[in-house]
T-cell receptor
C-alpha cells in the first residue's frame, strides 16, 4: 500500500537556525498537510496546500513557516528561524479528497528538537 | 468551531476484555469523524471513518465505532482486546473533510 514518507525521522537544531522537513506524499494525492504535536499536547493543524498554494493555515503558521512543493513529488515545511517552542513531532499528510471526507494519510513524522 | 473531547487519557483493559474508548465532538455542521491509531515511533494510521453513511462503522483490526448524533458521540469499541492493540488512539473531527481537529488522545494499555 502506498504511504507518505518523511525525512529525517529526527532533527536536532540550534535555536535561530533554519530547518527543512521533507515529505513525499502518496503519488496520486493532490492535497497536502502539515500537522504538529508538541510533547504531551494535541495534534494540531498547521497548513493545507493544494494546487501549488496554501489553502488554509492556522494561527501557529506564522511568517517563520513556509511550505513548498519544489517538484512533482516532494512537499517541504521550512522553519526560517527556529525557536525552542518549535520542538515537536511534525506530521505530513496527504489526501485525494475524492469523495469529500476521504481520510488523510499520515507519515511517520519528524521529531524536531530545538536546543 | 469544531472540538473533540476524549474521556480518559489512559485506559487499561485485560487481554480478551471489551475495549471502549470515548469520543465526544462539537461541530456546527454534520461532521466527518475519524479514529486514528499511533503505535510507538510510528505515524497516525486510520482505523475507521464516518462520512454520513451507516452510523455503525467497521474499521481495521476488529474495531468499530457508532455515530450517535443525539449524544454527539463517536465511541470506539472492540469486543476482545489483544496485546497488539496497545497504542495511542486519536479521535478527530472535520467539517469540510479537509482540516482535522484532534482530541488529546487515549493511551490504551492491554494487560496479560
Amino acid at each position: 500500500e502506498p504511504e507518505v514518507t518523511q525525512t529525517p525521522s529526527h532533527q536536532v537544531t540550534q535555536m535561530g537556525q533554519e530547518v527543512i522537513l521533507r515529505c513525499v506524499p502518496i503519488s496520486n494525492h493532490l492535497y497536502f498537510y502539515w500537522y504538529r504535536q508538541i510533547l504531551g499536547q494535541k495534534v494540531e493543524f498547521l497548513v493545507s496546500f493544494y494546487n501549488n498554494e496554501i489553502s488554509e493555515k492556522s494561527e501557529i503558521f506564522d511568517d517563520q513557516f513556509s511550505v513548498e512543493r519544489p517538484d512533482g513529488s516532494n512537499f517541504t515545511l521550512k522553519i526560517r528561524s527556529t525557536k525552542l517552542e518549535d520542538s515537536a513531532m511534525y506530521f505530513c499528510a496527504s489526501s485525494d479528497r475524492t469523495p469529500i471526507g476521504s481520510p488523510l494519510h499520515f507519515g511517520n513524522g519528524t521529531r524536531l528538537t530545538v536546543t | 468551531a469544531q472540538s473533540v473531547t476524549q474521556l480518559g487519557s489512559h485506559v487499561s483493559v485485560s487481554e480478551g476484555a471489551l475495549v471502549l474508548l470515548r469520543c465526544n465532538y462539537s461541530s456546527s455542521v454534520p461532521p466527518y469523524l475519524f479514529w486514528y491509531v499511533q503505535y510507538p515511533n510510528q505515524g497516525l494510521q486510520l482505523l475507521l471513518k464516518y462520512t454520513s453513511a451507516a452510523t455503525l462503522v467497521k474499521g481495521i483490526n476488529g474495531f468499530e465505532a457508532e455515530f450517535k448524533k443525539s449524544e454527539t458521540s463517536f465511541h470506539l469499541t472492540k469486543p476482545s482486546a489483544h496485546m497488539s492493540d496497545a497504542a495511542e488512539y486519536f479521535c478527530a473531527v472535520s467539517e469540510d473533510g479537509n482540516k482535522l481537529v484532534f482530541g488529546a488522545g487515549t493511551i490504551l494499555r492491554v494487560k496479560s
